[in-house]
């Protein structure tokens, strides 16, 4: 409360809240939120009555879950319901990602939607978890004989690879093996 004019003297100043579930306020005025919904803050002073619509939001929180071989960074770690959150998922080097969700404090999944620069989701009215799960990255080996598939063969990202024996080659001289390079 501002006294107009400034070095006028104001009488006592009675403070209620119209809802002490949503506001409560103390004798110096000091307003203390308590829970999600609107309430009316009322001032009055010598017989003048002053009002305030005050609507408290919940924040809830975006939490990032435990995982290895990649990261997740979000632009908000708390929210209100309905603001859009964004978020990236990079994976470490000779890693993919696998998978990504968003997972409410019940358990339910919050639907994403993947974008140009990673992933956005609506802030539901609960906490969230984002979790992330990557893997090594997976190559095709083929082996071909004579410009012919021989063998195919599955490797991860730093396995070795074991090269087949060659069925159909008789030779006295020692079987050579070419890479061609990645398909």
């Known amino acids: 409360l501002i006294p107009e004019p400034a070095d006028a003297v104001l009488g006592t100043v009675s403070w209620k809240s119209s809802d002490e579930s949503v506001i409560k306020v103390d004798v110096n005025g000091t307003v203390t939120a308590v829970g999600?919904?609107?309430?009316?803050?009322?001032?009055?002073?010598?017989?003048?009555?002053?009002?305030?619509?005050?609507?408290?939001?919940?924040?809830?929180?975006?939490?990032?879950?435990?995982?290895?071989?990649?990261?997740i960074e979000i632009d908000h770690t708390s929210s209100a319901e309905g603001t859009t959150i964004s978020f990236t998922a990079t994976p470490d080097e000779n890693y993919k990602i696998d998978s990504i969700t968003v997972v409410k404090e019940d358990g339910t999944e919050v639907e994403l939607q993947k974008t140009d620069d990673g992933y956005t989701f609506e802030m539901p009215a609960s906490n969230v978890t984002v979790n992330a799960s990557f893997s090594l990255v997976e190559h095709t080996v083929t082996f071909k004989v004579d410009g012919e598939n021989y063998h195919e063969d599955?490797?991860?990202?730093?396995?070795?690879?074991?090269?087949?024996?060659?069925?159909?080659?008789?030779?006295?001289?020692?079987?050579?093996?070419e890479f061609a390079g990645w398909d």
């Open 36 to 71: 999600p919904g609107v309430a009316t803050l009322t001032a009055t002073v010598d017989g003048v009555v002053g009002t305030l619509e005050i609507t408290v939001t919940p924040i809830y929180t975006v939490g990032i879950g435990e995982f290895e071989n990649g990261k």
């Open 154 to 177: 599955t490797y991860k990202h730093g396995e070795t690879i074991e090269l087949p024996t060659d069925p159909s080659k008789e030779s006295t001289v020692e079987t050579v093996y």
